[in-house]
């Protein structure tokens, strides 16, 4: 029997204090809200209890910052997209960011099993004086596991509408994209950090964020398959291709340390569900 989940997070300020309402349907939930920053920034934990999705699966994730409001959710662990024999498993996520208000999406990996047929959509959508930071991670395989992928698919989608979009199709079966010199070159990790304005971003900033980002990948051990870029005057992204999730994912953060002390002059404290 499909899996067919539903789970909605509005963050509203009271009292100059975010809060976090969420509805759910199916085996989708949060947490308790939690504030290791103070009052202006309410993290969550988005937990998906049956660990995974199969043939047929959905999960639809929707959240909202309204006016004043500073959310930041992640996961505590990967999604994994499992061996389906027939329907897509799908996740689905939209984000929107009203004026005024901050998120930060910053799940962990989704890790595509061999044998998956995932779809894996994310739409953002912020308003003008709206400000979105967060990261995109995929993995194809288990390569620590020597569980390669070899068998079924992967449908990525990424779009700001009318402003971003990057879609695409990685088949097991396509040896040129997954090993040639002009694909994946044999890396099986997909990254992407980017910070999304409602409107365009001063160049001054952009440049300073693209800065930042590049100083970070010159010293860093994957800074031949990694690079920063503004594909329109209201996106700045990083992407990132790696043998493996770890030495991505340790990039991407280190990155979005310094970007949320540049756009916002907060510190970046690691949610403590990343260390358990």
Do not use: K
Not at 90 to 115: F, K, N
Not at 123 to 151: C, I, N, R
């Amino acid at each position: 029997m499909p899996w067919h989940a539903r789970l909605s997070i509005d963050y509203t300020t009271r009292e100059g204090r975010s809060v976090a309402r969420f509805r759910h349907d199916g085996p989708l939930r949060i947490l308790q809200s939690l504030y290791p920053e103070g009052d202006a920034i309410c993290h969550n934990v988005l937990v998906h209890p049956p660990g995974g999705l199969v043939g047929g699966d959905t999960l639809d994730i929707r959240v909202t910052a309204a006016a004043g409001s500073h959310g930041l959710v992640t996961t505590p662990g990967a999604s994994r997209f499992y061996r389906s024999e027939g329907e897509p498993a799908v996740q689905q996520t939209q984000l929107q960011v009203q004026a005024g208000a901050r998120l930060e999406w910053l799940p962990l990996e989704a890790l595509c099993y061999s044998g998956c047929n995932a779809h894996n959509r994310l739409q953002l959508q912020v308003a003008p004086g709206g400000e979105l930071l967060g990261w995109d991670v995929t993995a194809l395989g288990l390569p620590h596991a020597s569980q390669p992928f070899v068998a079924g698919s992967l449908q990525q989608h990424l779009e700001v509408p009318g402003v971003w979009l990057e879609r695409g199709r990685i088949e097991a079966s396509d040896a040129p994209l997954l090993d040639g010199a002009l694909g994946l070159a044999g890396r099986r990790c997909l990254a992407s950090l980017f910070y999304v304005a409602g409107s365009p971003i001063a160049r001054d900033r952009r440049e300073a964020l693209l800065e930042i980002a590049r100083a970070q990948l010159d010293s860093h051990a994957l800074s031949e398959t990694a690079g920063a870029t503004s594909p329109q005057p209201s996106v700045v992204v990083v992407r990132v291709l790696a043998p493996v999730v770890e030495p991505a994912m340790q990039l991407l953060r280190a990155i979005w340390t310094d970007w949320r002390r540049e756009l916002w002059r907060l510190d970046a404290p690691m949610p403590r569900i990343w260390s358990t």
